[in-house]
């Protein structure tokens, strides 16, 4: 059997590459709050592995063939590369590049380096006779681009009353019938059963592969790889009319981004993912077809598809079709980019369906990330100024509480790098950061420094130096540990801090030595900066 990603090894080519990608979005509209949610959390994931001084390869895309993006262009007016071309280049990667995604790559299914392999990798099948000619009825979700089972379907009311409805789209499907081309994908329901036995965190959640592995269980069918109804796609390179069915194109991709049957020292080095990142609605395709085309052509399976929950607005999952479709600079205008990149990764358990509220994000930007850290930020700022004219001062009286300072940043790394760097557990790592904030809040209010400063005999003066230098060195700490999730607030409290020029830039300091104490220098220049997080002001409403 092919090795999975979780055995990759570094070739004689160099560094093995954590790599990490998201799904390939589809074009047919622009971006909402549910793309930037698994976008936003593979961007902490890699960002979290190049802190820790790996290789990082991050990939996102788009996904540009199939019939819904046919229907759509049609409906606009213009050709589909057209309608491609505007949405890419208008609305998908300006909105990264606002939410500061620091991908390596952009891929899209409309470029040659794509379109060519995947006919290739297509030819490769054929030519093992792992693909054969045959004609399919049955219904078709053009949201999904996938034929549906019967079982699947919902029964529709109202205006659909009468209708079989796609559960995902809530639109009637369509019932097509055509010849097709199709992969024996039936032929490998054992192999990936036994690949999940000896691979248990293949799929993640637990929930997730359980509902795989029960779906595996009652047989899987051939899958139809191409549609000779339309001509919106890669063409079937020994019929060429046939184009080949959108997801076996789209998934490809994960190849052809790192040089499959182009650049075999970069595909050697980067290929399989050590993680896909997809929707719960996608995980079929990434965690059965996906490792079954890969077996298929002796290629090895990734490490690890981790399958996020659905955000949720008014019970309903966040959709364009729902018309609950948000746009991200909805939020980011009023909260800030940084707060919005914290927002969905901590208030939601990755991998969990979660509701998103405006008052929810209020509470909580106002609770943790006003009140807790940007006023801890502010005040260590202000007393340094005010008591030691800006100049960091040397802690030499501590004591049990600074030691218990010490031990809870140290507790916070570790279990934050576990969590964020190996579970996937955005939500409780970010939680162990601000458990640590809290307990720095707690030990100034305990310690009482503005009391102290009172004290001019040397003893407390050493007392006071001490507290807040204990108080800068637990910033130092926490700027480390928040540069995934919060980059732009992390420099500016590491500026602030002093620390650029002596410890060189926040980047390169590794996650794992963020609870070394003593790192910040004594002397260092403690700036009070701009408000880490401003006062909110209240969200203008229509007349």
């Known amino acids: 059997m092919a090795a999975t990603g979780t055995e990759k090894q570094g070739s004689s080519a160099g560094v093995q590459a954590y790599y990490v990608t998201t799904p390939i979005y589809y074009v047919n509209d622009a971006p909402h709050l549910g793309h930037a949610y698994t976008t936003v959390a593979g961007d902490v994931l890699t960002r979290w592995h190049r802190q820790r001084g790996e290789k990082v390869w991050y990939l996102t895309g788009t996904d540009e063939h199939g019939q819904k993006i046919m229907r759509t262009a049609e409906a606009n007016g213009v050709t589909p590369q057209e309608w491609c071309d505007k949405l890419v280049e208008e609305a998908w990667k300006p909105l990264w590049e606002h939410l500061e995604i620091a991908n390596d790559d952009f891929i899209r299914t409309t470029e040659k380096r794509h379109t060519d392999r995947v006919q290739e990798f297509v030819q490769d099948l054929y030519d093992k006779g792992e693909i054969y000619k045959g004609g399919y009825e049955g219904p078709y979700c053009v949201g999904c681009e996938e034929y549906k089972l019967p079982a699947d379907l919902i029964d529709g009311e109202g205006?659909?009353?009468?209708?079989?409805?796609?559960?995902?789209?809530?639109?009637?499907?369509?019932?097509?019938?055509?010849?097709?081309?199709?992969?024996?994908?039936?032929?490998?329901?054992?192999?990936?059963?036994?690949?999940?036995?000896?691979?248990?965190?293949?799929?993640?959640p637990e929930s997730a592969r359980n509902e795989v592995v029960n779906f595996v269980r009652q047989g899987l069918q051939d899958l139809s790889i191409s549609r000779s109804t339309f001509d919106w796609g890669v063409k079937v390179p020994w019929d060429e009319k046939h184009v080949i069915y959108v997801w076996i194109d789209a998934l490809l991709n994960y190849a052809t981004?790192?040089?499959?049957?182009?650049?075999?020292?970069?595909?050697?080095?980067?290929?399989?993912?050590?993680?896909?990142?997809?929707?719960?609605?996608?995980?079929?395709?990434?965690?059965?077809?996906?490792?079954?085309?890969?077996?298929?052509?002796?290629?090895?399976?990734?490490?690890?598809?981790?399958?996020?929950?659905?955000?949720?607005?008014?019970?309903?999952?966040?959709?364009?079709?729902?018309?609950?479709?948000?746009?991200?600079?909805?939020?980011?205008s009023h909260f800030?980019?940084?707060?919005?990149?914290?927002?969905?990764?901590?208030?939601?358990?990755?991998?969990?369906?979660?509701?998103?509220?405006?008052?929810?994000?209020?509470?909580?930007?106002?609770?943790?990330?006003?009140?807790?850290?940007?006023?801890?930020?502010?005040?260590?700022?202000?007393?340094?100024?005010?008591?030691?004219?800006?100049?960091?001062?040397?802690?030499t009286a501590s004591g049990p509480a600074e030691k218990a300072v010490q031990d809870g940043l140290a507790t916070a790394v570790a279990t934050a790098d576990r969590l964020i760097g190996e579970e996937l557990d955005f939500q409780g790592g970010i939680l162990a950061v601000f458990d640590f904030v809290k307990q720095v809040n707690g030990y100034l209010t305990e310690q009482e420094p503005w009391k102290v400063a009172k004290d001019t005999s040397p003893e407390g003066q050493a007392r006071l130096a001490t507290i807040l230098y204990t108080a800068a060195e637990s910033l130092r700490g926490v700027a480390v540990l928040l540069n995934a999730v919060m980059p732009r607030t992390s420099q500016a409290l590491w500026d602030s801090l002093g620390a650029e020029a002596s410890?060189?830039?926040?980047?390169?300091?590794?996650?794992?030595?963020?609870?070394?104490?003593?790192?910040l220098p004594v002397g260092s220049t403690v700036t009070k900066g701009a408000v880490l997080f401003p006062r909110l002001e209240e969200p203008k409403k229509d007349a």
Not at 164 to 176: A, G, M, S, T, W
């Open 257 to 332: 981004a790192v040089g499959y049957n182009e650049n075999p020292a970069k595909f050697a080095d980067t290929f399989p993912a050590n993680v896909h990142l997809v929707g719960k609605d996608i995980l079929r395709f990434h965690a059965i077809i996906w490792p079954a085309m890969l077996l298929a052509n002796d290629l090895p399976v990734p490490g690890r598809v981790a399958a996020n929950g659905w955000l949720m607005v008014g019970g309903e999952k966040m959709s364009k079709s729902n018309l609950t479709g948000i746009k991200p600079q909805d939020l980011t």
């Open 159 to 204: 205006p659909y009353e009468g209708q079989k409805l796609c559960p995902i789209h809530k639109k009637p499907v369509e019932l097509l019938k055509e010849e097709n081309y199709f992969f024996k994908l039936s032929e490998y329901g054992p192999k990936l059963l036994e690949f999940y036995e000896a691979n248990p965190g293949f799929i993640q």
């Open 336 to 395: 800030g980019v940084d707060a919005y990149r914290w927002y969905f990764l901590r208030a939601i358990a990755f991998g969990q369906d979660g509701s998103f509220s405006w008052e929810d994000f209020t509470a909580r930007y106002t609770s943790e990330l006003a009140n807790d850290y940007g006023n801890l930020a502010s005040r260590v700022a202000a007393m340094v100024g005010k008591y030691f004219d800006g100049q960091l001062p040397e802690a």
């Open 503 to 519: 410890l060189g830039a926040l980047a390169d300091q590794r996650v794992q030595d963020a609870g070394a104490w003593g790192l």
